[in-house]
């Protein structure tokens, strides 16, 4: 396998990391991968959804000044060299590619799944 060299954040999604209590081993097959984490403050239990779930991703957020996935790129975009946001959900993968064009950030900041990683890495 190819060492990746990329510098990475990982979100916990609700249902692998609450609901399942499933942290580390997302974050091994990262490193294995060659990259380095950079934990994002709000991580592992104490992360927070992305804003889909129980199908408010089909809503209109029209009154909200911040949806929660462009909270997360916001904070993710304060970390120092960060250019991989990295997921393990498909809802996340369309919350935060939307998120990461909605705020200005789609040059410097790119969504992948974990899955996306392995591949360049094989």
């Known amino acids: ?3 990746l060299g990329h510098k990475v954040t990982y979100h ?3 249902y692998l990391g609450r609901y399942n209590a499933v942290y580390d081993p997302p974050r091994r097959v990262i490193q294995a ?3 380095e984490i950079v934990e994002m403050p709000r991580n592992r239990e104490h992360g927070f959804c992305c804003g889909a779930g129980g199908g408010r991703i089909w809503m209109e957020e029209t009154e909200v000044e911040e949806r929660p996935s462009e909270a997360r790129i916001h904070e993710a ?5 960060v250019h991989v946001f990295t997921v393990t959900c498909p809802k996340d993968v ?4 939307d998120a990461v064009k909605t705020t200005g950030h789609e040059d410097v900041l790119v969504v992948k799944d974990l899955i996306e990683l392995v591949h360049e890495a094989l």
């Open 1 to 3: 396998t190819k060492k």
């Open 77 to 81: 975009m304060e970390l120092e060299g």
């Open 33 to 35: 991968a060659g990259c």
């Open 94 to 97: 369309t919350m935060y590619s």
């Open 12 to 14: 916990d999604p609700c």
